[in-house]
């Protein structure tokens, strides 16, 4: 009796450790810098055109995926949606706070010689080479992995200039039990490093 009392023990724990309802769950994505940009509407002035982000991923429609130990596989998506919706979002409200008003635009060719009829101090946009996170769930513990690539493009009137800047993080982290509300904080954190480092010194290359 204290065989079968242990196993089930053991099955429910695996259960909940491992299988979380299958579905869709959206993960609310937001930038929230931690850090003071004192130079940043000096340099890229107070208006910053955005033209509209370019999501080059094969599957544009999920950000993730959760494997359970048994059981169906359920994915994330973003929080807006689309991702592009998601990105611009969270950076109007981040960059306000500092300053920087961000200016809707229909369309930018990329190149310098462009800049100078613009209506805006700068332009920004950014290309989504990859953004994907996926957990998978093992006995006792949940192995999640985030892979976040951006080519971001900066073009500065006034530096007749356009400044790419090749981003690719990876993270990977093993956690008792892994719950949306955990993957959205970690790739929250991950968007936080990478923007709070290119508005530090936007000009970098």
């Known amino acids: 009796m204290t065989s079968f009392r242990f196993l089930a023990v053991l099955f429910l724990c695996l259960s909940v450790l491992g299988c979380g309802k299958a579905g869709t769950h959206s993960l609310f994505l937001r930038y929230q810098s931690v850090k003071e940009f004192p130079s940043l509407q000096q340099k890229v002035g107070p208006t910053l055109g955005v033209a509209p982000f370019k999501d080059e991923r094969p599957d544009t429609f999920y950000i993730g995926i959760h494997t359970p130990l048994r059981g169906i596989s359920s994915h994330y998506k973003s929080d807006p949606f689309p991702l592009e919706k998601a990105l611009m979002d969270s950076l109007s409200q981040a960059l306000s706070r500092h300053g920087v008003k961000m ?30 996170t996926e957990s998978k769930a093992a006995a006792f513990r949940t192995n999640a992995k985030t892979s976040i690539h951006f080519a971001i493009h900066l073009g500065v009137k006034k530096e007749g200039k356009v400044f790419t800047r090749k981003v690719e993080v990876e993270k990977e982290i093993t956690v008792g039990r892994m719950t949306p509300e955990r993957m959205e904080e970690m790739v929250n954190q991950i968007l936080t490093d990478i923007f709070d480092s290119f508005f530090s010194n936007p000009y970098e290359i």
């Open 103 to 132: 200016v809707p635009m229909s369309k930018w060719d990329g190149e310098p010689g462009s800049l100078k009829n613009m209506e805006t101090d700068s332009v920004l946009m950014i290309e989504i080479k990859k953004f994907w």
